[in-house]
């Protein structure tokens, strides 16, 4: 984790929140490749999820909503997590994940803790300038809610027809009584959800096909499935909702601990909004005209959780050669001289990776910059590429595979007489030579899923 958490500092990924003020104790900020791989994440999420589906349509709702949705919700009284304090340095933990046996982890002292007692969740703040009780408002827990508030609206508007689904991803808020590790537990994170409305009948199915359809979301993610465990979560355990709780865990280096989760949330939430709000919220079969409250099945995925996974899974450290990766034609001598034998990679795949292409003058002097800053220019209204002509070549190459780029183009002394430049591949360091022409193609080839090796003859091998 701290190798990770520096390179995601050193590199631009995530900052620790609020860093010249002293920070704010677990709050992070995503930096410019950190907003690019977290984006990348929740669109080919959205495109998989919604776009590609018949049955899913999507929403944005507000962050704070009407209180007494947290009350018909369950939220207001039941989203609490049990928290015990030490009496003797008062650091408070939760109950359920320290042994009140032991010695309290922060001063030492024995049998100083006190008796459990639930505490809310909720994150407080008021509308308005008078800071009243009348004035109070919630940020929201999780995106669900708004996906029940306004299922009639979105039944009624885009006719849907059960079974069918209401995604959306958004920030969700909650106070959390140990965050902690790094992006992995903060009170400020964002999820992506399904709330996928079923007859009362088909939950069983629906759930299977979820399970199924996260499963897979790993694979295209890139995690490798021995670290994935699937717990079904006992009767006592699951939120107060939830008559089936599948969580899915993921082996961090902090421990096995959740990573997504999936519900059957029953006819809970639309049922109790209905007795709180007045409104009719049922479901009109348009053939047989029955008409019944849908049951709901309820995938999510954290969205920061997918980031900290993605990126732990793609860190590598490799043996690599030195001088045989960079024999560029007409190449100064010495720029090899800065290449270390061991490189870090970020292995993502192609789709997540934040630059796609780096392109690389082997110098900066102007014969080589008039060509490659007009590439650069063209490569950049499809992809998005990074230009960067400072340093040696070897410094260059390991700069973009600790960021995970893909694909390094270098333009060098002969590009000038053959139109050609060398294209290196991330993962196998390969090479190859290709004219200028041809590279905007061969590039959009390789993103739609061509091998590299396919692209032209290897030059290193
Ligand atoms: N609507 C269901 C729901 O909110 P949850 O398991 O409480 O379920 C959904 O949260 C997902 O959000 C989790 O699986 C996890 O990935 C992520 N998550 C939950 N709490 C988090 C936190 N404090 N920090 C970062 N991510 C969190």
Redesign the pocket.
């Known amino acids: 984790m701290d190798k990770l958490i520096s390179l995601c500092k050193r590199r631009g990924f995530i900052f620790p929140g609020s860093e010249i003020y002293g920070g704010l104790a677990n709050s992070w900020d995503y930096g410019p490749l950190g907003v690019e791989l977290k984006n990348n994440i929740k669109k080919e999420w959205w495109k998989r999820f919604v776009h590609q589906r018949t049955d899913v349509v999507g929403i944005d709702a507000a962050l704070l909503m009407n209180t007494k949705v947290w009350e018909a919700s369950g939220h207001l009284k039941n989203f609490t997590d049990p928290l015990v304090e030490c009496k003797k340095c008062h650091e408070r933990y939760r109950a359920d994940q320290i042994d009140v046996k032991r010695p309290c982890p922060s001063c030492g002292a024995k049998d100083t803790f006190t008796t459990a007692k639930q505490f809310n969740l909720m994150l407080k703040t008021f509308l308005g300038p008078a800071e009243e009780q009348a004035n109070t408002v919630y940020f929201r ?4 809610q708004s996906m029940f508030v306004n299922f009639k609206l979105v039944t009624d508007t885009m006719r849907k027809k059960l079974p069918f689904g209401i995604a959306q991803v958004g920030k ?1 808020f ?1 106070n ?1 009584i140990t ?1 902690g590790n790094f ?5 400020e ?1 964002e ?1 992506m ?1 399904i709330e996928y409305f079923v007859k009362p009948k088909a939950w069983e199915e629906a759930f299977n096909l979820w399970l199924s359809e996260m499963k897979q979301w790993l694979e295209h993610l890139g995690v490798d499935s021995a670290k994935i465990h699937y717990n079904e979560i006992e009767e006592g355990e699951r ?1 107060h909702y939830s008559k089936r709780t599948v969580d899915i865990e993921y082996d961090y280096p902090f421990g096995q601990k ?4 999936l ?1 059957y949330r029953t006819d809970f939430d639309l049922k109790n909004h209905m007795e709180k709000s007045g409104q009719d919220l049922q479901y009109k079969d348009p053939e047989t005209n029955e008409k019944l409250t849908p049951h709901v099945i ?1 995938p ?3 969205v ?2 997918s980031v900290l996974v993605a990126m732990l899974e793609a860190y590598r450290e490799e043996e690599a050669p030195t001088a045989a990766e960079h024999k560029h034609k007409g190449g100064e001598k010495g720029d090899d001289e800065d290449a270390t034998d061991t490189r870090v990679v970020m292995k993502f795949p192609k789709w997540l990776a934040p630059v796609k292409v780096a392109i690389l003058p082997l110098s900066k002097k102007e014969e080589l910059s008039v060509i490659a800053r007009p590439l650069y220019e063209q490569l950049t209204k499809k992809f998005v590429c990074e230009y960067d002509e400072t340093q040696s070549i070897g410094k260059r190459y390991r700069r973009q595979d600790e960021i995970g780029t893909p694909l390094c183009v270098t333009v060098d002394f002969e590009t000038g007489d053959d139109q050609s430049v060398t294209v290196r591949d991330r993962d196998t360091m390969r090479q190859i030579r290709v004219k200028i022409a041809e590279l905007p193609s061969l590039v959009e080839k390789y993103f739609d899923g061509a091998e590299f090796a396919s692209l032209g003859n290897i030059l290193n091998d």
């Open positions: 827990p999780e995106t669900a969700a909650r959390e965050p992006i992995f537990r903060t009170r994170f999820m959800e939120a959740e990573l997504y989760g519900a309820e999510t995925w954290g920061d959780r």
